[in-house]
């Protein structure tokens, strides 16, 4: 489950995507020069101390980027090259945003969200009078059985793409009614 604070956040997420994504090498070529957001999830840290968080990105080209990101309270040691900013966040203080492709946590939520079977978290938001639920704009699933140990390597794409795999977590979003593989786990 996961909590969502009504705060205001600076640099907000998508200004801080546009300033870090167009730098990446990864993007093979893809026109980031604006980005617009189709959807994200979250998957759930077992400990509540790491926000989780994919965002599925359309480029000015009309490519669909998939970027994991985490937020933390205090910096990940070692994690210098994976840090995308440093953001306030009126209700939990100052952030450290992280490539999800580098943060352990993240890469575990994965492994254990494919070979589970798992499949986002669901969102509420904190209010007043308890918390609310927030309508989910990407729908992922993990494609395992929990039969896996979560052994193997983990390749989470940057590009969505159709096909079946074994061991994989697929998403949807508006626009996206078929899933698409956005990690994979191989044996």
Same mark, same amino acid.
């Given at each position: ?21 167009p730098a990446q090498p990864w993007?093979d070529g893809a026109d980031a020069?604006? +980005? ?24 000015t080209d009309g490519r669909v ?88 390597? +983990? ?11 074994? +061991? ?20």
């Amino acid at each position: 489950m996961a909590v969502l604070h009504p705060a205001t956040i600076r640099p907000t997420k998508l200004e801080a995507l546009q300033a870090w994504v167009p730098a990446q090498p990864w993007l093979d070529g893809a026109d980031a020069s604006q +980005l617009e957001l189709l959807g994200a999830y979250r998957l759930d840290d077992p400990d509540g101390e790491v926000g989780l968080e994919a965002h599925l990105l359309a480029t000015t080209d009309g490519r669909v980027l998939h970027v994991p990101v985490t937020y933390r309270g205090a910096p990940l040691d070692g994690a210098d090259d994976a840090l995308i900013t440093t953001m306030e966040h009126t209700a939990l203080g100052q952030r450290w945003v992280y490539d999800g492709c580098a943060d352990p946590v993240f890469l575990a939520a994965y492994r254990e969200a494919i070979t589970a079977g798992g499949r986002q978290a669901d969102q509420f938001v904190a209010t007043d009078t308890g918390l609310v639920p927030r309508e989910a704009t990407a729908h992922v699933r993990g494609t395992g059985t929990g039969a896996g140990d979560g052994g193997g390597e +983990l390749t989470v794409l940057r590009f969505p793409r159709p096909g079946a795999e074994p +061991l994989a977590l697929t998403g949807t979003w508006a626009g996206q009614d078929t899933p698409l593989v956005l990690a994979v786990l191989s044996a």
